[in-house]
């Protein structure tokens, strides 16, 4: 599965790797080479940032589900309990 980003997010995306590069490299690098390059990334690296990021959201949901019960469990037969006396 490749990730496919929007127009506007792809020229910021591509924006930003040519900013990195006058900032951090050597040399300058394209428009054209940045967009490559974020192709790369999408298409090669983010998939495992992309699964990594399920896998949490998965555990989460399933610690959620688990408090469930706590939150909202309501003791059975409980009728009889209202007319039982209380110690004093």
């Keep these: ?8 997010a792809r020229q910021q995306a591509i ?5 990195y590069f ?3 490299m050597d040399e ?11 192709g790369f990334f999408l298409e090669g690296i983010a998939p495992s940032v992309y699964n990594r990021a399920v896998a949490e959201v998965q555990e989460r949901l399933q610690a959620r589900v688990m408090e469930v019960d706590i939150e909202v469990h309501e003791d059975e037969f409980g009728y009889w309990r209202k007319f039982e006396r209380k110690p004093r």
């Design 1 to 8: 599965m490749t990730i496919e980003l929007s127009k506007e």
């Design 15 to 19: 924006a930003s790797i040519e900013r």
């Design 22 to 24: 006058a900032a951090h």
């Design 28 to 38: 300058k690098i394209g428009n054209i080479a940045a967009g490559a390059l974020l």
